[in-house]
């Protein structure tokens, strides 16, 4: 009977031990990870990126920004949306010193082309 204790007794123990590993063994996460975290599956980060696109290429196109609207950024490719082909035409004319501005305003966006396509605009 004495034996049968000190083995079920042993058998907790282990039990104990192994619990309080898995317990102690998960640290705290650090604030700023878990922010990211946050920010990520939020989009926050992708919000403010895009509002930042919108003002350099404000910046950058000038006037004619009025009639184009800033589309997704993939792969270094910037999309704009042109209010009509007309100006299409002239932004392809501008196409380098566009993206020279857009790469001087924003260095770590990664842009590297523009592609252009009619559509609508608000």
Same mark, same amino acid.
């Given at each position: 009977m004495n034996e049968n204790l000190r083995e079920q007794f042993e058998d907790f123990e282990r039990r104990r031990a192994t619990q309080q590993r898995r317990f102690f063994a998960r640290k705290p996460? !650090? @604030?700023?990870?878990?922010?990211?975290?946050?920010?990520? !599956?939020?989009?926050?980060?992708? @919000? $403010?990126a895009g509002s930042e696109r919108d003002e350099a290429w404000i910046q950058a196109a000038g006037e004619?920004?009025?009639? *184009?609207?800033?589309?997704?950024? !993939?792969?270094?490719?910037?999309?704009?949306?042109?209010?009509?082909?007309l100006q299409m035409q002239e932004l392809t004319f501008r $196409?380098?010193?566009? @993206?020279? $501005?857009?790469? *001087?305003?924003?260095?770590?966006a990664?842009? $590297?082309?523009l592609k252009f396509r009619v559509g609508q605009v608000k």
């Open positions: 996460k !650090r @604030i700023d990870n878990v922010l990211a975290q946050v920010m990520q !599956r939020k989009g926050y980060a992708q @919000i $403010k004619v920004a009025s009639a *184009t609207r800033v589309g997704a950024l !993939r792969r270094g490719v910037l999309q704009i949306e042109v209010a009509n082909s $196409k380098e010193e566009l @993206i020279a $501005k857009l790469q *001087t305003a924003l260095p770590d990664g842009i $590297k082309q």
